[in-house]
Structures are given as C-alpha cells and as structure tokens.
C-alpha cells in the first residue's frame, strides 16, 4: 500500500508516513520570561500537527540567609518568595489559556521546583520540547531559568529553542547542521516531521579537506531524506572548524530552522559543548532544533 498524501503548509502534495508527526508538544516558560510570543509559537505549530499542548512553568524557592555567617534560616522571607512566585504562575497560566484556548488538547503545569530538573521530568509525555533562550532577570539563575545544554542532553527529547522575536516557525528552508555523528543522526530523525514540510532542506557539513567520501557521505543523508519526500541539497563549508561558521551560514541562506545534533559532557560539574553547540545555544536570533 502507498503512503498517504500530505499536504505541506503551501499545499503541495508530499507523500509521508502518518508515523512521521509530533502528536504532543511541551512548552517551557520561564518565569521571568515573555508568555505571549512563544505561546502563540507553540499554539500554530500544535495546530499545524494536531498535538496536544502542554504548557510549563516551574520556579524553585533558594533558602534564604539572614545573618552574616550563612547560617540561619528566615521563614518569612522564604514564605513571601514562594507566594511571589505562586502569583506569576497564576499570572502566566491565565495568558497561556487566554491565548492557546482551554480544549482538551490543552494543559498546564506549575512546578515550584527547579526549572530544569522539572522540565526533564516531564519530558517523558511529550515527542517536542519547545522553549526560548532566557531572558531578563533571570539569565543564569538556575532557580528561575532553564539551563538549555543540561536539558537538550538529559531530557531524551528534541528541543526547539525559538527565537527570541519568532512568532511562528516557518518551514521554507531549513539547514541541517551535518557531522557524521551519533548526534547528528538523532537529529536527523528527530526532526523529520518538521523537514516533511519543507520546501528545501540544506545539508551542510564544515570540512575544508571534503573528499569523495565526504560528499557520498553527505549524499547518502540527502537519498534517505529523499525517501521520505523531502526535497534536499548538500553543501560543503569549506572552512577551518568555527563554532560561529553554522550560524553564519544559516542567515547567509536565510534558513529558518537549524537542525543539529548537540555535542557536550559533564566535567566538574559544569557542562562542556562542542564549538557548534555552544554558538548555537547562544544565538536566540535563529529557531533551533537540536537532539541528543
């Protein structure tokens, strides 16, 4: 039997599985971050798969300290951080319904915990992941944002990272970020919901001593995204390996998503990333998608 007919968001005609979507999607909203623009992101790209919705907010409450060596605890003052931060959940909650809808496709959840750690946990319910860069006061406060590298190598999920401007994620062009990695395969995989729908992906690998087998290498990758309908090219970025070279080459293209496989490790307690991996987690100005 045939595949069935699609549609893409131009409607052409694409053959593709019906195993090739995202049937639930979690959207992660720091708390100190904008609710309305990547609300309004997830919503569009839940109706364009017809997924479930589920929105995310979670907080953690740091022990306080009154005296000056560090040693005592003030109740009242712990008490009034958890209050402040039960009111922006109730705050963000009411704009999160208020823009996505109350339907059975649409849940929310409020963790007063640490925000990262909740997100992973809850992964396990979700086939997308999809959040923002932080922003605002909250920057590298683990209390109150997520930290982006800990959950794309934790969470068992792909991770869309928007924007910070993004309003909906278009599917025009998108770049895969290639290196014939483990990561990179996953990926790949991933994504192909999204990549199904569009109208050209780029295949682009750094090498600049790209041989024959490079580029059979680059095509094979090309041929499986063929079988599934996808319409894809490759190119060779003939440059010394740069962390910025993928991000450079994106806008250069005007990709509007990057697929990438994300590459670190934990040393000393502290995450370390691949040159890629690291300009890509801080580059709100381009839609990520990146797996583990």
């Not at 929310?108 to 992973?120: E, F, G, K, M």
């Not at 909906?168 to 990926?187: C, G």
Request: glycine content about 6%; overall charge neutral.
């Amino acid at each position: 039997m045939s595949a069935p007919i699609a549609l893409t968001h131009r409607g052409k005609p694409q053959a593709r599985p019906n195993m090739l979507s995202y049937k639930s999607m979690l959207v992660n909203f720091d708390i100190d971050g904008c609710v309305s623009t990547l609300a309004m992101l997830a919503e569009r790209l839940a109706k364009d798969f017809d997924a479930r919705l589920m929105g995310l907010c979670a907080a953690e409450v740091p022990v306080p300290l009154d005296s000056a060596d560090g040693m005592a605890f003030d109740p009242q003052i712990f008490q009034r951080q958890r209050e402040d931060i039960e009111r922006l959940f109730k705050v963000h909650e009411a704009q999160f319904r208020e823009l996505v809808g109350t339907g059975p496709h649409v849940q929310w959840r409020a963790d007063i915990a640490n925000p990262t750690r909740s997100l992973i946990g809850y992964a396990h319910e979700t086939d997308l992941i999809i959040t923002a860069s932080p922003e605002g006061a909250s920057i590298g406060n683990a209390y109150r944002s997520t930290d982006l590298g800990n959950l794309i190598l934790n969470a068992g999920r792909p991770v869309l990272i928007a924007a910070s401007s993004a309003e909906r994620i278009r599917t025009d062009r998108i770049l895969v970020a290639w290196k014939d990695t483990r990561e990179s395969r996953r990926a790949v995989a991933d994504a192909l919901p999204l990549l199904c729908r569009a109208d050209e992906v780029v295949i682009a690998t750094i090498d600049p001593d790209a041989d024959a087998f490079t580029k059979g290498r680059l095509a094979n990758v090309a041929s499986f995204l063929g079988r599934h309908g996808i319409n894809a090219r490759t190119e060779i970025i003939r440059s010394k390996a740069d962390g910025d070279r993928i991000s450079e080459f994106a806008r250069s293209i005007q990709a509007d998503l990057v697929v990438c496989g994300a590459y670190g490790h934990s040393r000393f307690r502290e995450w370390i990333f691949g040159g890629v991996t690291r300009s890509l987690l801080n580059d709100d100005g381009l839609n990520r998608f990146m797996s583990n």
